[in-house]
């Protein structure tokens, strides 16, 4: 069964701190691993990766993926009180009728404190 | 461009009522996917059309459960009669032909007591 498992599940640090979030999966049919943040209403989307090893940067926002030991990471530096949201890490399935099917994990749940 | 559009964003009905959700896409998105959150659960897959066609419903739970997309439009998910383990959010997301990525809706809150 396809699998996607994050950790920490919950995260608490005070502002400027380093956070890493974790996401390892075994899935079929693997086409790309997406990193969505989701605040009060809809996930919004983050990250796409597809090639392991290549770094994608947004601000203070950062991940990469590893594709032979099958994990992500998200990296979030000098946090503020607008990066508390649930992170969520789900990989979107290639080929027949799974398609553009996404497999979640549980999503970690950061509360950055000022 | 307008995001994905779901309605209501919450809805409070009794066991055995009926409930039914509505999702607008982002027009020109042919792929348009149901998924389910359950309370301490991750997210799931419910089903994927592709236009008006059902291309994928394995995750539908069972047959109290009808979604349609008639016109390839917007698309209605069903839940008759509801049962309390219905309660959950339910987001549509949808994407282009060949796309990597969706876009989300809100998610519509389903409580049933």
Sequence with gaps: EDKVVQSPLSLVVHEGDTVTLNCSYE?????????????????????????????????????????KELFSILNITATQTGDSAIYLCAVFHAGGTSYGKLTFGQGTILTVHP | EAGVTQFPSHSVIEKGQTVTLRCDPISGHDNLYWYRRVMGKEIKFLLHFVKESKQDESGMPNNRFLAERTGGTYSTLKVQPAELEDSGVYFCASGRPGANVLTFGAGSRLTVL
Excluded: C, H
């Design chain 1, 27 to 67: 899935v079929t049919n693997f086409r790309s691993l997406l990193w969505y943040k989701q605040e009060k209403k809809a996930p919004t989307f983050l990250f796409m990766l597809t090639s392991s090893g290549i770094e994608k940067k947004s601000g203070r926002l950062s991940s990469i993926l590893d594709k």
